[in-house]
């Protein structure tokens, strides 16, 4: 009898002790494991998921992860900061963590490197934690200054200048002028640039002609990561700057030194051919005299 009571008590204590551990240790963990894109774009929505691990513990009870929304970062509108499950029931269908996506919005005026954001990580049995990550931001968007640099009226040729005013280079560059009201073009209404390194500036032409107001042109690139992007800039044509310059002078006055001097050589010949015929005509009436 007493035998049977010692295996009983070794048997009730070799089953309460792995309950009687689980319940004194709830460690949870997490970690960002992706982000798109990447880096990140200030201004533009990036996609962040975490993972919580140690959630196959039961006595952890109910499980929270709130990400806190402060800078460079703001929560996507109608999405919940908090992500929750009950611990223990999750793991039987998924395994030892669970995920938590949220979309966010990088603040406009982040800067470029690596930024860290927080989170609230929490269960019934254990106390509020803080938890830090990084996201990597890095502004591979581009802006330009586009002016008029000429407008040639005899050709109907208008030529625009295009500066790169962002830190980042781009590709395949692309110009496209749509129907409006203040520009009439004529051929193809799309140029093609190529690339354009940082600060570096370069001019491209369109047939047309133009009227004074705004013109207005969409921008087409391809950023330092790949991606095509497009813009739009208004230009704003003045027909005053573009009139009573010296070239278009000295082109009116070579026009004008032409004409005075055919008119010149024109009264060379009629006075040299009238000369010739009056000499013709006296030698002629000296002979007949002289027949006589």
């Known amino acids: 009898m007493k035998e049977r009571v010692i295996i009983f008590m070794i048997l009730l204590l070799v089953s309460i002790t792995p309950v009687f551990a689980e319940t004194q240790s709830c460690t949870l963990s ?52 908090t992500t929750s499950i009950n611990s223990g029931v999750f793991v ?13 919005i990088i603040d406009k005026n982040a800067l470029d490197g690596q930024s860290q954001i927080e989170a609230f990580l929490n269960s019934d049995t254990s106390s509020n934690q803080i938890v830090d990550f990084e ?20 050709k109907k040729e208008i030529t625009f200048e295009i500066l790169n005013i962002a830190e980042s280079d781009i590709e395949s560059l692309t110009i496209e002028i749509k129907k409006q009201e203040n520009i009439l ?15 570096e500036d370069t001019t491209f032409s369109f047939e047309a002609t133009p009227k004074e107001g705004d013109i207005i042109l969409d921008i087409y690139y391809t ?38 001097g055919i008119i010149i050589l024109i009264t060379l010949f009629w006075w040299w051919g009238r000369k010739n015929k009056h000499a013709g005509h006296h030698k002629n009436s000296t002979t007949s005299r002289k027949r006589r």
């Not at 039987?92 to 966010?104: C, H, I, S, W």
């Not at 051929?187 to 690339?195: A, E, K, L, Q």
């Open 223 to 260: 950023d330092k990561t790949g991606v095509r992007r497009n813009l739009e800039k208004t230009v704003n044509y003045d027909p005053t700057y573009f009139v009573d310059r010296a070239r278009d002078q000295n082109g009116q006055n070579s026009f004008i030194y032409w004409i005075i």
């Open 92 to 104: 039987r269908n998924y395994g030892d963590f669970f995920l938590a996506p949220y979309t966010v």
């Open 185 to 199: 073009l004529k051929g193809s209404n799309r140029n093609i640039i190529g690339s354009l390194d940082s600060n």
């Open 30 to 81: 997490a970690s960002l494991v992706n982000q798109d894109p990447y880096p990140a774009i200030p201004g533009e929505s990036v996609k962040l998921v975490f993972q919580i691990d140690g959630v196959s513990n039961p006595s952890c009870g109910k499980v929270e992860f709130t990400l806190i929304e402060s800078y460079p970062i703001k929560i996507e509108e109608g999405t919940s900061a």
């Open 135 to 154: 996201i990597n931001i890095e502004d591979s968007r581009a802006d330009f200054e586009v002016s008029i640099k000429d407008y040639v009226q005899d």
